[in-house]
Structure formats: C-alpha cells, structure tokens
C-alpha cells in the first residue's frame, strides 16, 4: 500500500490560476477504489475531496477553487515603507489516502504533499504555464539575481511616472530570512547621483513598498528638496544572508512628473494579474456626469379646502409627483498620448482588475468601477497617434430624502 505524489504546484503559485497535485497509488486495481484528498490552508483542514484515478493509476486534485475563495487583496494605505500583505497569500498542502474494499473504507495510509504558497494573482494561460516561481522571488539562494522582478508587466522600456504628491506601489515575493535590505537612489536629469538611503527592513511571504515620494520622504532620510531637485529615482531589494547580500531583485526606475497639466490629473491604482498594484495617470480633460433616477406617484387634481367642505383646483397642488430620487455618478478620463506598448499594457491589466481605485488626493483612495466592456490592443500603424477613454463608474450613490 504506497501513495507517491509525483507533481506538485510551485513554491509559490497563483490562487486563480491551477493549483495541482498528481499522485499515484499501487492499490488502485482494489474494489471501490478512491482517493480522499484532505486540503490544508494557513494549517487548518478547509476541505475534504474524494478523487478517483484518471489514468492508469494516476489522478489529479485541483486546489484553485477552494484557495481563491480564502485570499484578498486590499489597497494597501498603512504610512509605512513596507507592509507585509498577509491577506492576499497563504500555505498550502494536501494529505492523500487511499479508499476501496467492499464496502470502501480509509486504508490508513497517507501522504503529505510539500508545503506551498498561493497568493491572490491570476495569470493569462499563456503567462501561467510559462510562469516560474524563480522569476519573482527574492531569495538568498536565488540563482535569478538581478533579474528577479517586482509584481507587474508594465513594460520596462517605457517610463514609469509619478507625481511629487501621487502614489505609488511595487510588490515582490520574499523566500529567505526575515528581513531584506532596501536601496533608493535619487538622480538629476543628467544621471548624477544626488542622494541614497538604505536600509534593513523586515518582509513577509508577499511584501508591498509604498513607493510614494512624500511616503519616501517620511520613511527615510531622504527629503522634499532632494526629490525636487531628481528626475527620477530607483529602488531595488536584496535578500540578506549573515550579512551578505545576495538575491537581488531589478533595479526599477521611477521619473518624477514634472509637467505643468493643462487640465486636473486623475490617478488610478488597481490590482494586477500578479497580485501587486499598479498606477496610472490620466492627464487629459476629464468629464463627470450623473444619472437620475426618479421614484414618482400620481394623486388627484384636487384637494379638499381647509375646512373640508368644498373640491378645490390649485396650481400648486399637483399631478404627477416626485417622493425620491436616486444618483449614479460617472467620469470619463483621457490619457495623453501613448506609445503602443504602454496602451496595450494599461487596457488588458486595467480593464481586466476586480479592484480599482482613484487617488481623490495625495493618499486616500475611492473604489470605482471600470465600465469599458472590451478594448482594443492599439497599433501605431494602424491607429496612428494613441490615446485611451476610461469610463469610470463610481461606487458611492446618492438618495435624497423623502418628500
């Protein structure tokens, strides 16, 4: 009687996307036979599955549905350089047994699967089965060095923007000791350094820094001035081993905008396929609307006068009456201009979010709904000039009071 699992899912691995297990047994010609997959999460059992062979005796259990369920992922708003995102990841494992006989009872014997982690992302299939757990994980053992990537696909050969008082996010993975050092580096438009900050911070499982200039500003020694005086800044994380830096992940590069809008700037963040969160700035003339809706009844012409002994006609009576009504406010955003590339990237990773908020000012957030029901992946060659309209729905309605 032997169980051997011969596939599991990676060290870490996307909730949303398969989260499989394939195991075998010699037992499977037994009458009745079955197996009964137990699913840990966070060490507490979450389910019980019987599972029967597929092939020869091979059979397979698919976690995603019960894991997906368990993890969120909320804007992270904390004030500090880096929060550790317990909510958005946790442990997985299995426990495998055999079933059969007339009638079927459990055999005893079980397997216990290697310990994993899931995190709240959800990958495009062709993203998933390239996708290997070694690409984002800053270790200290990791052979990746330098090549390993914060949580998000916008293209690393355009600019990433931020304003002096806008937010901003990177996300990564961590395997190794507590705790990871942090580099910023500040530069002017000529590459000069103007400044540096490090520092040794501790890191959970899935970690997210608050890349903010003023959130910069208020965690580290770095001041106002020197980001006034920088074009753009970078910020890179290395795992820690007795002291020995190793594990490095890619050095990202933020540029400080600095252009004088014509019209008022809307900044979106949202959640991304890979579980972190990304931003963008719409800096074209934006357009809010409202739709009202309107609770009406309908009442006789007339009135009895005051001493209720006579039919009268007014005008201010009225027919046709209102008692509430009911706002729904919308907003359209406009991006400037765009090379393909960012355009292709922002459609299919905002359009495609759960979550999406709207910075109302420096650091507080409002949930809205993305209403644009598909998208193009733009072309110079075909489009010409680039731009993108987001319809945004906001989530907070008005009802008036009663008359």
């Not at 995603?64 to 442990?91: K, N, Q, W």
């Amino acid at each position: 009687m032997a169980i051997t699992i011969t596939q599991q899912p990676q060290y870490f691995q996307p909730a949303c996307n398969p989260y499989v297990w394939v195991f075998e047994s010699d037992q499977t010609a037994q009458p009745n036979f079955s197996f009964i997959v137990e699913l840990y999460v966070g060490g507490s059992l979450v389910s019980t599955h019987q599972v029967f062979n597929e092939s020869g005796n091979y059979a397979r259990f698919d976690a995603s549905g019960d894991i997906r369920c368990l993890l969120t992922s909320e804007m992270v708003t904390t004030g500090a350089l880096l929060t550790f995102y317990d909510p958005a990841v946790d442990v997985v494992n299995i426990r495998v047994y055999e079933k059969y006989g007339t009638p079927p009872v459990l055999s005893g014997t079980f397997v216990t699967g290697t310990v994993n982690r899931a995190w709240n992302a959800s990958l495009r299939h062709p993203d998933f089965i390239a996708y290997n757990y070694l690409d984002y994980m800053v270790s200290r053992t990791n052979t990746n060095s330098g090549n390993i990537l914060f949580l998000t696909d916008f293209p690393r050969t355009r600019k990433y923007f931020v304003g002096l008082y806008e937010s901003a996010f990177l996300t990564f993975l961590s395997r190794s000791k507590p705790s990871v050092d942090f580099y910023l580096k500040l530069y002017d438009i000529n590459g000069t350094l103007i400044t540096s900050y490090t520092n040794t911070i501790g890191v959970g499982d899935l970690n997210v820094i608050d890349c903010s200039p003023q959130n910069l500003i208020a965690n580290t020694s770095v001041t106002l001035l020197d980001f006034q005086s920088c074009a753009y800044f970078t910020i890179r994380v290395q795992g820690l081993d007795a002291g020995v830096n190793s594990g490095f992940t890619e050095t990202f590069t933020f540029w400080i905008d600095t252009e004088c809008h014509r019209y008022d700037t809307h900044r979106l963040h949202w959640l991304n396929k890979l579980g972190g969160w990304d931003s963008f700035t719409f800096t074209l003339v934006s357009t809010n609307s409202t739709k009202v809706k309107t609770s009406e009844y309908q009442r006789e012409r007339g009135q009895w006068n005051t001493a209720g002994t006579a039919w009268e006609y007014t005008r201010y009576h009225g027919e046709q009456m209102a008692f509430n009504k009911y706002a729904t406010d919308t907003t359209v955003l406009n991006s400037d201009w765009i090379q393909e590339s960012l355009q292709q990237w922002l459609v299919r990773d905002l359009y495609e979010s759960p979550k999406v908020y709207l910075e109302v000012t420096p650091g507080a957030f409002e949930p809205v709904k993305v209403t644009n029901e598909d998208f193009t992946l733009k072309q110079r060659r075909v489009d010409g000039l680039i731009r993108e309209v987001v319809n945004l729905q906001r989530t907070y309605t008005y009802n008036s009071q009663l008359t």
